[in-house]
């Protein structure tokens, strides 16, 4: 079946460090990509998304770019602000597993000051 | 913009008792999804509906049930309630469009607690 792996966390940064976290992904067919974030207390919200290979999904300063030849799709931020401390999903849509999402485990963000 | 509404916010419950988790999506969305988020967990999708019809279903305990209604808003019901039952409630819909069909917009959630 379709599965996603997340770097392990948490991952704690200072204000303005470069992020990175990876994220992997096992599944046939063609499916579609997404980062989704959730701030303390809050629900899930839809960060980027690639649909197809080579394809750059970017918002609010992060990107990710969906790069079939090693199934990953790792996000990225140039400058992180403590605003960005979260829960960062990675998640699959399609493969075998049509209409339901299959999550990374999620990777606990902080930015401090 | 418009997004997904989902009601209760909080709900407090005892051993045994019933639940109804209502979710409303957004105007044009004819998709809705359940997910449940344990304490630290990823969501774990429950079940779907397209146009009414359950389309796909996942580790559903047979205590629950839900359903789609004409005005495509949906609700969970949930029944002789655990202790275990206690976590986040979501509900997602996705649009009709091609090419979009994909993204889930997520609501709020329900945070459930049983007592």
């Known amino acids: 079946g379709d599965s996603v792996t997340q770097m392990e966390g948490p991952v704690t940064l200072s204000e303005e460090a470069f992020l990175t976290i990876n994220c992997t992904y096992t599944a046939t067919g063609y499916p579609s990509l997404f980062w989704y974030v959730q701030y303390p207390g809050e629900g899930l919200q839809l960060l980027l998304k690639?649909?197809?290979?080579?394809d750059k999904g970017s918002n609010k300063g992060f990107e990710a770019t969906y790069r079939k030849e090693t199934t990953s799709f790792h996000l990225e931020k140039g400058s992180v602000q403590v605003s960005d401390s979260a829960v960062y999903f990675c998640v699959l849509a399609g493969g075998t597993s049509y209409g339901k999402l299959t999550f990374g485990q999620g990777t606990i963000l902080t930015v401090h000051p | 913009a418009a997004g997904v509404i989902q009601s209760p916010r909080h709900l407090i419950k005892e051993k045994r008792e019933t639940a109804t988790l209502k979710c409303y999506p957004i105007?044009?969305?004819?998709?809705v999804y359940w997910y449940q988020q344990g304490p630290g967990q990823d969501p774990q999708f429950l079940i779907s509906?397209?146009?009414?019809?359950?389309?796909d279903k996942g580790s559903i305990p047979d205590r629950f049930s839900a359903q789609q209604f004409s005005d495509y808003h949906s609700e969970l019901n949930m029944s002789s309630l655990e202790l275990g039952d206690s976590a986040l409630y979501f509900c997602?819909?996705?649009?009709?469009?091609?090419?979009?069909?994909?993204?889930?917009?997520f609501g709020p959630g329900t945070r459930l607690l049983v007592l």
């Open positions: 509906f397209y146009e009414k019809m359950q389309s």
């Open positions: 105007p044009r969305h004819d998709t």
């Open positions: 690639a649909t197809k290979a080579d």
């Open positions: 997602a819909s996705s649009p009709t469009e091609r090419g979009d069909r994909e993204t889930q917009y």
